[in-house]
């Protein structure tokens, strides 16, 4: 812990300095204590040899002069003391804060770093799966099932495109202190029966299957809640091995509607739990990481669910993967 705190980098010049701040302020309060020392054993000696000239044979030690020099030294051995402490306290925590402050910008610019990366390579894949798929169809002749593939896989491609830039936009939108998003009384069994729907046909042939109970309300926008459903399953559908099921409930009781989707997925870390809903933020390295993504599907998610006043939780699921818990309350 120690090495790690003190490790070499963009910090160590400010390590530099804070520690010579420090070694400069301690010898300070060191030469202030000592002097404080030498003027009183000085002034005692003169007050001594003072008194007995004048008194001789009397105690000085019981006179009352000699008592306030005594209480004045004390006082201004405890002033440099506490006050040299409250100093060197105060330095650091300026330290532990201002070190605090800059690993999170720099937290947050290599967030942003691996945002620009994630995006090229959302953007970049699906563009070059269409565009091969465009020029096979228009220079060769292909039979009908080979053409419906090209096309369903071009199409799967171009949801993605636009869930990433729905993303991307709604991201921007919650962002302001009033998002300008609507509280109607919808119908969201339909809607999660038919985000439920979208995602049966995926490249990994995962099952999606569906416990919705019918004519579910509740008091929400549309295009928000409709964006929750969505980041939800396609979170799970990217973290999730091929050929496995994907289960989406949604039931009520008499004051709550719960919303949950589970896979069988590699699961979350507890970690890494405190931190998925954060804006960009993404298991592993930009560079090695192998699902796609931008960081804004959860964080989205997240603060829609707030909007709204619910509540949103994670849990592991057995024997593996990860089940997101929503609950809202009812609508009135």
Known sequence: ????????????????????????????????????????????????????????????????????????????????????????????????????????????????????????????????????????????????????????????????????????????????????????????SEIVRSVADRFSQNKKEIVISEEIKNDVYLNADTLAFTSVVINLIENAIKYSPEQTEIKVTLIEDEDNVLLSVADSGIGISDEDKSKVFEKFYRVGNEDTRKTKGTGLGLYIVKRVVEIFKGEISIADNSPKGTVFNLRFAKAK
């Open 1 to 188: 812990m120690f090495r790690k705190f003190f490790s070499p980098g963009p910090f160590k010049t400010f390590y530099l300095v804070f520690t010579y701040i420090l070694a400069f302020s301690l010898w300070w309060a060191y030469l202030l204590y000592a002097k404080n020392e030498t003027a009183f054993n000085e002034k005692i000696e003169l007050y001594k040899i003072n008194f007995e000239k004048i008194n001789p044979g009397v105690d000085y030690n019981s006179s009352k002069q000699y008592t306030d020099i005594i209480s004045k030294y004390h006082r201004q051995k405890f002033m440099i003391i506490t006050e040299g402490g409250v100093f060197i306290l105060l330095l650091l925590l300026g330290l532990l804060r201002v070190r605090k402050v800059f690993l999170r910008e720099m937290e947050l610019a290599a967030q942003q770093r691996n945002f620009l990366l994630s995006i090229t390579h959302e953007l970049k894949s699906p563009l070059a799966t269409i565009k091969l798929s465009l020029q096979t169809l228009t220079k060769r002749k292909l039979e009908a099932e080979q053409s419906e593939k090209l096309i369903g896989n071009s199409l799967l491609d171009l949801d993605r495109l636009e869930s990433l830039v729905d993303n991307i936009l709604f991201a921007a939108k919650i962002e302001r202190e009033e998002p300008g998003l609507s509280s109607d009384e919808i119908n969201i």
